[in-house]
């Protein structure tokens, strides 16, 4: 009769049986971006060094001594824990938002404002103006999709270093000094999403305020949200009317290439990309814009608190980031893109289309590719060194903020959360206020 197995190489198996589960589990959510060979360095990290612990443990050490079998159990009851209350730590600490926003606030000398947007909203509105919060309806469905905030109101946005951000958007919704339509053709126009809208500098001198106090012939573009199909179709729907010079389209590395791929199916965003010519003809229906705005407000809104989730309640809602320690890896420098499909086709299209347009307005481009804070301590990662290689391809310029940021030092400081992130601090601002005016060959503010 043959052995019973010991405890100790039962549990050595299991563990490692648990492994292997989890790892099928990632391989099968992510086995398209594996194939087009997207994330080798990836693959070697989140793959192979699990694949090769999990033969150690099922092979080698259940197979083993009893003494190194009980050791190697003992080392894994000291570590697991170990690990795991590091990230239970460092996960706390990111979704203490409230904590965050102080220690910001104390940090670049700002009174905190511990109201909520619906709160600041609604004070707002107690005094008789008719303010919004900032909000998108892309997905709202119907004839018009609007692009921009509700044109003509004051916009209570964010809170990220004390106060809030609360802004007069323009004739159509974004923020501008409305007299910048009257004023074609322009200098220069600027898309991108929230880091150009200008989030969440409570004065409003974002990297596009602040280069038009060098500039003032500057219109700014920037919507938060925005993906790769938003930018396009805010060029195709306002660029003509102001005729730039020169276009600045800021990429956010973060999650504008994943924000693409949720896009990629949207029936009126993929009309820009695959249909020349089309257009919803929004400069003419800001009326139209402003009643469905107001009546979604109104109606469907449900609004936004970023204080009314606990962190414990946060961390709840994303159980995978701490069974994968994300947040322990982030600290140790090892995170990397999250492996998500890009269809680079799509991407090439949307700069194709965006170069033609901007033929057809005589102006140029410039692409400036924005790191998130993780990324901006090392050079590109593979789908921004594609998304570099489409925009030279085509004849259009292409500046790395990453790059800037590394020559300068301390790149944490160039976000208003540092070593967590956010929207850009003072000084990310001024540096992209900076790469702005550089696309259009003036001198640098800092330099003056």
Partial sequence: MPARPSLTRILLRLIALAMLAVLAMSIAERWAGLMASQIPQQFLLYYVTPMVAAALLLFGLSFAGRETRLSALLCLAACVPAIYGAEFYLQYQRYDVRDRVETAARQFGNPFDPRSLDEVVADLRAKGTNAHPFMRILHHGGPLMPIA?????????????????????????????????????????????????????????????????????????????????????????????????????????????????????????????????????????????????????????????RYAQTPIQSMLKRPRNFLKFTSVREALGITHWDGATVDFDLLTRIFKRTKLLADSLGSKVTVISLPHVLQAAHELELPEQRLRDIVTGLGMNYMDAGAEMRKLGDTPSFYEFGSYGGHLSPKGNALLADMILRADGRQPISSR
């Fill in 149 to 305: 905030n509700t044109p003509n109101r004051l916009i209570a946005m964010c809170n990220e270093i004390g106060q809030y951000l609360i802004i007069r958007s323009d004739r159509h919704g974004f923020n501008n000094p409305d007299a910048i339509w009257d004023q074609a053709p322009v200098e220069m126009a600027v898309v991108g999403d929230s880091f150009v809208h200008g989030f969440c500098a409570p004065k409003n001198d974002g990297m596009v305020d602040r280069a038009r106090k060098s500039l003032p012939s500057i219109v700014n573009l920037g919507i938060g949200g925005n993906s790769p199909q938003t930018n396009l179709a805010t060029l195709v729907e306002y660029a003509p009317v102001v005729r730039p010079r020169q276009i600045v389209w800021v990429h956010y590395a973060g999650n504008d290439l994943s924000g693409m791929m949720q896009d990629k199916n949207h029936p009126v965003l993929r009309r820009y990309v695959d249909e020349p010519g089309f257009t919803q003809h929004l400069v003419d229906r800001d009326d139209e814009v402003v009643r469905m705005m107001d009546r979604f407000f109104d109606t469907e809104y449900g609004g936004t608190n």
